[in-house]
């Protein structure tokens, strides 16, 4: 039970924190860069609960330092509730891990890592459009793997 109390108590520091660091970022205003990586940790701990129920498992992936982006950290969680929202469509046990990367450019890597319902998450997420963002979802270097980036979304 102490256990249980502890694990909240640090749920609710990070959200604590989480929303300081979104409300610094919108004061900085849309031209500041944000770090995709703590966008990441902070969307994965906010969207938790609804993952669950959704019997799909949230995970941040860690990367050496900041990944900085000229992206407004709203957006940047717009397109990570899109992804988890085309995820939830489909249904079922899934396993995904968000985490911030360089390529060609700087973005959020989406790996499908398992779950009963893997393929046709899959499936869904390939070729998906994502609403009311200028992230474009692309294919990853590896299977199961896409890559969210912002810099593909510039052109549209």
Known sequence: ALDEVRHQVL???????GLEFMAQADMNGEGAP???????????????????????QLASGEHEG???????????????????????SVGGRVNLVFSAQRQESEGIAVCVTGGDNRALVL???????????????????AA????????????A
């Not at 749920?11 to 924190?17: H, I, P, R, S």
């Not at 900041?66 to 939830?88: F, M, Q």
């Not at 499936?123 to 270097?141: C, V, Y």
């Open 66 to 88: 900041p990944v900085w982006a000229a992206v407004p950290p709203l957006e940047a969680l717009h397109a990570l509730l899109e992804v988890l929202d085309i995820c939830v």
């Open 144 to 155: 199961g793997s896409f890559f969210l980036s912002w810099r593909a979304g510039e052109g």
């Open 11 to 17: 749920l609710a520091a990070q959200l604590a924190e």
């Open 123 to 141: 499936s869904a997420l390939t070729g998906s459009a994502l609403p009311g963002s200028r992230a474009k979802l692309l294919s990853g270097d």
């Open 34 to 56: 944000c770090d995709l990586g703590r966008v990441c940790r902070l969307f994965c701990c906010m969207a938790a609960r609804q993952a669950r129920a959704a019997q799909i």
